[in-house]
C-alpha cells in the first residue's frame, strides 16, 4: 500500500509574478489531494476518482516508451511520461484511489497539488530510487513539467513548489530558482469559493504577454531596463510608446513586486504585526482589482464583508476572473466564514499546512 497527499496553496504576496522572473509568497494549507494505491500483479493502472465520479486506466508502454496524451491536461500521462524521461522505471501497474477536499477549477491550486500527488506516488512506485526523488522542490519541477510545460500552457512554478515544499514559502525566480521556507506562525485564514467559473487560460494569457510585450518594447529602446528593479518614473518616462494596457499591467507588476518585498522583510521581522500584514494583502488586492483587472464584483463583495466582520485583510486567490479569496482572520473566522457565505460564497476555515 501507498499513502500520499499533497496540499493546495493561498498565494499571499506576488500573485501573476512567478512567470515574470519575480518572486511570490505562497502557503500551503490544510486543504489536500490523497492518493492511495495498491500494488496490482500486471502492468495496469487503474485511478479511481470518486469525487467526481469518473475513472481513468493504462497499462505500462513496452522499452520504457511514453503514453500518448487521450486529451487535453491529461496529467495522470503526462507525470509518468516526465518521470519516465527523469529515470523512472515502472514494473507493475497499481490500483489508485484519487480523492480531496480542495476547491477545484477555483484558483486554489487543486490540479496543480494533483500533480505532485501523483508525482510522489509514483516516484514511491517506480523501481529505481534516485536521491533527487526524495527532494521536495525537485518533486515540485517535475510536476510543473507535466502540468505547465508538457502542454505548452502559460502557467509558473509558483503552485508546484508551493504545494510540494510546504509551508509558508518565499520563491524568487529571478536568476534562478531561489526557495526559502519562512518560520513565521500565522494562524487561521478563511477561503471563500465564489463559485464563479473562472478563465485561467484567458487571463494568464492576457496579462502575461501584456506584461512581456510591454518589457520587449521598452528594451528596444533602453536595453537595461530590467522588471526587478526598475522604478515607476522608469515606466512613465516610457509611456508614450506602450498602449493603456500595457502601462496598467506593468504598473501593476511593479507595485505588486514592492508590495512582496515589503511583506517578505514584515514575515522575517522578530516583531510580526498581523495587522500590517493584513493591509499589505488587502494592497495586493487593491492593484489585482485596478490594474490587473482579475478580480471581480462577487469577490470584491465577499472580501469588503469579511473584513467588516473582523478579517485583518485578504485578497483574490489564483489566475482570477472567478474562483476563490481569501481573507486573514487570526480572530472571530466563524462569523468571518457566515459573512463569506452571506454573499454567495462557500467558506472554508483554513490553517497553513
Known amino acids: 500500500m501507498i499513502e500520499v497527499a499533497a496540499p493546495g496553496r493561498i498565494g499571499l504576496f506576488g500573485e501573476h509574478q512567478d512567470y515574470l522572473g519575480l518572486p511570490t509568497i505562497t502557503a500551503a494549507i490544510n486543504l489536500k489531494v490523497s492518493i492511495q494505491g495498491k500494488l496490482r500483479n500486471d502492468n495496469l493502472f487503474k485511478i ?18 511514453q503514453l500518448s496524451y487521450i486529451k487535453k491536461r491529461d496529467y495522470f500521462r503526462s507525470v509518468f511520461n516526465v518521470l519516465l524521461r527523469n529515470g523512472a522505471r515502472f514494473e507493475n501497474g497499481w490500483d489508485c484511489t484519487v480523492q480531496g477536499n480542495i476547491p477545484i ?83 487561521t485564514f478563511v477561503l ?54 500595457q502601462t496598467e499591467l506593468l504598473h501593476g507588476a511593479v507595485i505588486n513586486r514592492d ?9 522575517n521581522s522578530k516583531h510580526f ?37 473582523g478579517a485583518y485583510g485578504g485578497k483574490i486567490n489564483g489566475s482570477g476572473g472567478g474562483g476563490c479569496m481569501f481573507v486573514y482572520a487570526p480572530e472571530n473566522a466563524e462569523e468571518i466564514a457566515k459573512a463569506i457565505e452571506a454573499c454567495g460564497g462557500k467558506a472554508y476555515i483554513i490553517t497553513i499546512s
Open 259 to 267: 508590495i512582496t518585498k515589503d511583506a517578505l522583510e514584515l514575515l
Open 192 to 245: 471563500g469559493d465564489s463559485l464563479e467559473a473562472k478563465d485561467t487560460l484567458g487571463i494568464l494569457n492576457r496579462v502575461k504577454l501584456g506584461v512581456l510585450e510591454a518589457v520587449n518594447i521598452i528594451k528596444k529602446i533602453d536595453s537595461d531596463f530590467e522588471l526587478e528593479d526598475c522604478s515607476l518614473s522608469e515606466i512613465k518616462n516610457h509611456k508614450t510608446i506602450l498602449s493603456k494596457l
Open 48 to 65: 479511481y476518482l470518486p469525487d467526481i465520479k469518473s475513472s481513468e486506466q493504462f497499462s505500462i508502454p513496452q522499452k520504457n516508451q
Open 105 to 187: 477549477n477555483s484558483g486554489t491550486s487543486s490540479s496543480s497539488a494533483l500533480c505532485v500527488a501523483w508525482t510522489r506516488f509514483l516516484i514511491k512506485a517506480n523501481s529505481i530510487q534516485k536521491p533527487e526523488f526524495i527532494d521536495p522542490a525537485f518533486i515540485g519541477r517535475l510536476a510543473y513539467l507535466a502540468e505547465v510545460e508538457e502542454f505548452g500552457e502559460p502557467g509558473g512554478m509558483m503552485d508546484h513548489y508551493a504545494s510540494a515544499v510546504g509551508g509558508v514559502l518565499y520563491q524568487d525566480f529571478a536568476k534562478k530558482t531561489n526557495l526559502q521556507k519562512l518560520p513565521v506562525k500565522l494562524g
Open 273 to 309: 504585526d498581523e495587522k500590517r500584514f493584513g493591509l499589505l494583502m488587502t494592497e495586493h488586492q487593491k492593484i489585482l482589482n485596478e490594474k490587473l483587472k482579475i478580480s471581480t464584483p462577487k469577490i470584491n463583495q465577499m472580501l469588503k464583508a469579511a473584513i467588516n466582520a
